[in-house]
């Protein structure tokens, strides 16, 4: 069964650091994409950036990139989405998605982020 | 960047009732490809319809995706208990350079 389990809820101060994670399992790890999506009540889904773990490939959304960085370690199976200095506008819950031919065919739990002094 | 809406916001309806649900692009969606998805309380999106209307493995077939160009509906034939969710619709014909999602659809038990 493919599976996607993100690391737990995070309660963190503006200007922290913070690297939430995404490990697969059930399937070839380093040939698919890994979307991560934010939601929030304001904005809905938003398409954040995309990774292929294979070759580190990656495509940031307009909107984000500059503000957080993705990675991939494929001997982990895991994929990551770190911010250096968060913001408490970078409150929400984020998802990571396995893409297949463009199409996000299975969603990860959600990692809620809360930012907040 | 193609800009999605869904239409209504919210929908009232009865368990066994018909649901039909709109989403509108604000330019062609090249290759119909436009995916649905069912977002439960406290849960992930799940993929119902991709390829604008193609059920996803493991999807029952009262849900039913149609449409092309601009205009897509989801329609589900007879709403059961567990299909009181919210419904977004998802533009990847720009894959891998971006992905649009609708602002949703809620279902709700009238």
């Known amino acids: 069964e493919v599976q996607l389990v993100q690391s737990g809820a995070e309660v963190k101060k503006p200007g922290e650091s913070l690297r939430i994670s995404c490990q697969g399992s059930g399937y070839t790890f380093r040939t698919y994409w890994i979307a991560w999506v934010r939601q929030t009540p304001g904005k809905g889904l938003e398409w954040m950036g995309i990774?292929?773990?294979?070759?580190?490939?990656?495509r940031y959304s307009p909107s984000f990139q500059g503000q957080v960085t993705i990675s991939a370690d494929e001997s982990a199976s895991a994929a990551y989405l770190q911010w250096s200095s968060l913001k408490a506008s970078d409150s929400g819950m984020y998802f990571c998605?396995?893409?297949?031919?463009?199409?996000?065919?299975?969603w990860g739990q959600g990692t809620l982020v809360t930012v907040s002094s | 960047e193609i800009v999605l809406t869904q239409s209504p916001g919210t929908l009232s309806l009865s368990p066994g009732e018909r649901a039909t649900l709109s989403c509108r692009a604000s330019e062609t969606v090249r290759g119909n490809f436009l995916a649905w998805h069912q977002q439960k309380p406290g849960q992930a999106p799940r993929l119902l319809i991709y390829g604008a209307s193609t059920r996803a493995t493991g999807i029952p077939d009262r849900f039913t995706g149609s449409g092309s160009g601009t205009d897509f509906t989801l329609t589900i034939s007879r709403l059961e208990p567990e299909d009181f969710a919210v419904y977004y619709c998802?533009?990847?014909?720009?894959?891998?350079?971006?992905?649009?999602f609708g602002p949703g659809t809620r279902v709700d038990i009238k």
């Open positions: 998802q533009d990847y014909s720009s894959s891998p350079q971006g992905f649009t």
């Open positions: 990774i292929l773990p294979a070759d580190s490939d990656t």
């Open positions: 998605a396995r893409m297949y031919l463009g199409i996000f065919t299975t």
